[in-house]
């Protein structure tokens, strides 16, 4: 079954960077589409950053300039560079991914079908 496990979340203050990775399993994850979301208490799952199966990459707009979506396909790893960090992007990162060939900017949570279990980030002021 498809595997997707996030790490790099952590605590740090406002400005600071981290960088999120999502290891994926079982399947080869080059040409299929993925996506950064996030979710802070109280409030919907938000879509960060997709990178589609033609490797166009799609921000957010409250991101745009500060994170940057990359995949290293040789190690099957979608990342997540996020700089400038600031208090409301705290929250539970999700990385996703759908085992169909899509392109096309896609941020909607409901197109993904397999999800990673979450990396906290927490920024303060």
């Known amino acids: 079954q498809v595997q997707l496990v996030e790490s790099g979340g952590g605590s740090v203050q406002a400005g600071g960077s981290l960088r999120l990775s999502c290891v994926g399993s079982?399947?080869?994850?080059?040409?299929?589409?993925m996506a950064w979301f996030r979710q802070a208490p109280g409030k919907e799952r938000e879509g960060v950053a997709c990178i589609d199966s033609g490797g166009t990459t799609t921000y957010t707009d409250s991101v745009k300039d500060r994170f940057t979506i990359s995949k290293d396909n040789a190690k099957n790893t979608l990342y997540l560079q996020m700089n400038s960090l600031k208090p409301e992007d705290t929250g539970m990162y999700y990385c996703?991914?759908?085992?169909?060939?899509?392109?096309?900017?896609?941020?909607?949570?409901?197109?993904?079908?397999?999800w990673g279990q979450g990396t906290q980030v927490t920024v303060s002021s």
């Open positions: 996703a991914t759908d085992l169909l060939w899509r392109w096309g900017p896609d941020l909607k949570a409901s197109s993904y079908k397999y």
């Open positions: 079982k399947y080869t994850y080059a040409n299929y589409p």
